[in-house]
């Protein structure tokens, strides 16, 4: 429970999913495409797309796969919310410039 609320509040969940994960075998690449598919609310054949752009990183692939930025553009905006992927999905520009 306490390893949860800690997840939690260093934004590595986010709708009840793990979303602090890299891909980087057959089980996690399924399981990341799921996450990117549901919380980015796209098809799993952009979720992919976004996966292999983002090398397999989670919560830049949901930025790229909602939003249509590149990989830069994605890893801007984590660094300006401290990782954290709810609030680089807020659609305010102030939040992550």
Known sequence: MLSSLMGFELGHVHQGLMVNLKADNA????RALG??????????????????EAGGEVK??????????????????LAATDGRIDDALR???A???
């Not at 089980?27 to 399924?30: A, G, H, Q, S, T």
């Not at 939003?67 to 553009?73: A, L, N, P």
């Open 35 to 52: 996450i990117v598919a549901m919380i980015a609310g796209v098809s799993e054949v952009k979720a992919n797309a976004a996966l292999r």
């Open 91 to 93: 659609p305010s520009r």
């Open 27 to 30: 089980k996690l690449r399924d």
């Open 60 to 77: 830049p692939a949901i930025l790229i796969a909602r939003g249509g930025v590149s990989m830069s553009e994605a890893v801007a905006r």
């Open 95 to 97: 939040a992550w410039r």
